[in-house]
């Protein structure tokens, strides 16, 4: 079983910037694959980006370049630091897990075996 706590989330203005952390409990933290969702109001849950290993990052399309994803395996955490964020980031960010991991299932939230509650982010125009 892991455990999975995500923080950092808050208000921010567009443009500005926000890392938000993951805490797994649990053992074995470095053999999964720790992704980020977000999920806006009536809108479906959507892939942001996985972190397949602490060198091996993939992101979604609208999110490269300004979010980055890492890990520190020794805290068993992983991180998404969002930088230029725009009001079309606001969602409910979520952290997942999963032991099994191919580029072709990476963006689907039921490839993913262990899920956080969430943190809100709310960016203001």
């Known amino acids: 079983q892991v455990q999975l706590v995500e923080s950092g989330g808050g208000l921010v203005q567009a443009g500005g910037s926000l890392r938000l952390s993951c805490a797994a409990s649990?053992?074995?933290?470095?053999?999964?694959?720790m992704g980020w969702f977000r999920q806006a109001p009536g809108k479906e849950r959507e892939f942001v980006g996985v972190?397949?290993?602490?060198?091996?990052?993939y992101y979604t399309d609208s999110v490269k370049g300004r979010f980055t994803i890492s890990r520190d395996n020794a805290k068993n955490t992983v991180y998404l630091q969002m930088n230029s964020l725009e009001p079309e980031d606001t969602a409910v960010y979520y952290c997942?897990?999963?032991?099994?991991?191919?580029?072709?299932?990476?963006?689907?939230?039921?490839?993913?075996?262990?899920w956080g509650r969430g943190t809100q982010v709310t960016v203001s125009s």
């Open positions: 997942a897990a999963t032991s099994v991991l191919t580029l072709a299932t990476a963006v689907r939230p039921t490839t993913y075996d262990y």
């Open positions: 649990g053992r074995a933290f470095s053999t999964y694959a």
């Open positions: 972190s397949r290993s602490s060198s091996v990052t």
